[in-house]
């Protein structure tokens, strides 16, 4: 499960690379379950319409790991207190960092996955907490 976890955290940076919103789809539905699937796409749609581009790389530090059912019908819920200082949103016409765009070094993030019938782990939810960890 935390490998499931460490690896949506690279596929989104991996991601970036996807030249248009079908590539981006196919790309991500290979970990994504929806509707966090189609929130994502529609997400990298509207910061390409804003030209905007997210740079740098999070840094898990998984804080639990809860596991309810089992079988293919398992939830898991990730807690972490992850380093995002490094990830910022910068203005692909300009070069410009966008204002306040820049990550937290405590950032509190949850993230929900679904197991499919298969054994694999699908992110299926996301949450970012105001309060620093």
């Known amino acids: 499960m935390r490998a499931a976890y460490v690896r949506y955290w690279e596929v989104m940076v991996e991601s970036r690379a996807q ?6 789809r196919n790309f991500l539905a290979r970990y994504l379950a929806d509707p966090f699937l189609t929130y994502q796409v529609g997400y990298a749609e509207l910061r390409r319409q804003k030209h905007q581009v997210i ?4 840094i898990p ?28 949103i910068r203005d692909s016409r300009t070069g410009k960092v966008v204002k306040g765009s820049r990550g937290s070094a405590r ?13 694999r782990w699908f992110a299926l939810d996301f949450a970012e907490s105001k309060k620093k960890c």
């Open 61 to 88: 530090h998984i804080t639990s790991v809860k596991v309810a059912g089992n079988g293919k019908d398992s939830r898991a819920y990730v807690a972490d207190c992850q380093d995002a200082s490094g990830v910022v």
């Open 19 to 24: 030249p248009d919103r079908r590539s981006l």
């Open 107 to 119: 950032r509190s993030v949850t993230m929900t996955f679904v197991r499919t019938p298969d054994g």
């Open 55 to 58: 740079e740098g790389r999070f």
